[in-house]
């Protein structure tokens, strides 16, 4: 049984930092790309990173490139987004997910429950 579970989530001020965790289980973690995606108060879903199986190639979104960094550890079976120079705009619910395949160009087939991010002052 697949399970995605975000933590790190938290308020922070802007310009400040968090990093996202999310656990994955139940299926092979290596052999699957994995993105992060965020959904604003009133908005719709935005695709924010991905990250290959193996970790050789990232993927950002204009809005967050140069600010966040996606990673993952096959250890550990984690896969993070570390947070940068937080804006209000960042404020929203982010889902970790994990990809149909070894890249997130097929799309994705399980997603966690979320975790909150604020960004305020």
């Known amino acids: 049984q697949v399970q995605l579970v975000e933590s790190g989530g938290g308020l922070a001020q802007p310009g400040g930092s968090l990093r996202l965790s999310c656990a994955a289980s139940?299926?092979?973690?290596?052999?699957?790309?994995m993105s992060w995606a965020r959904q604003a108060p009133g908005k719709g879903l935005e695709w924010v990173s991905g990250?290959?199986?193996?970790?050789?190639?990232?993927y950002y979104a204009d809005s967050v490139k140069g600010r966040f960094t996606i990673s993952r550890d096959k250890a550990k079976n984690t896969v993070y987004l570390q947070m940068n120079s937080l804006k209000p705009e960042d404020t929203a619910l982010y889902y970790c997910?994990?990809?149909?395949?070894?890249?997130?160009?097929?799309?994705?087939?399980?997603w966690g429950k979320g975790t909150l991010v604020t960004v305020s002052s």
């Open positions: 139940g299926f092979t973690f290596s052999s699957y790309a």
């Open positions: 990250i290959y199986s193996d970790g050789s190639r990232t």
């Open positions: 997910a994990k990809a149909i395949g070894t890249s997130i160009i097929g799309g994705m087939d399980y």
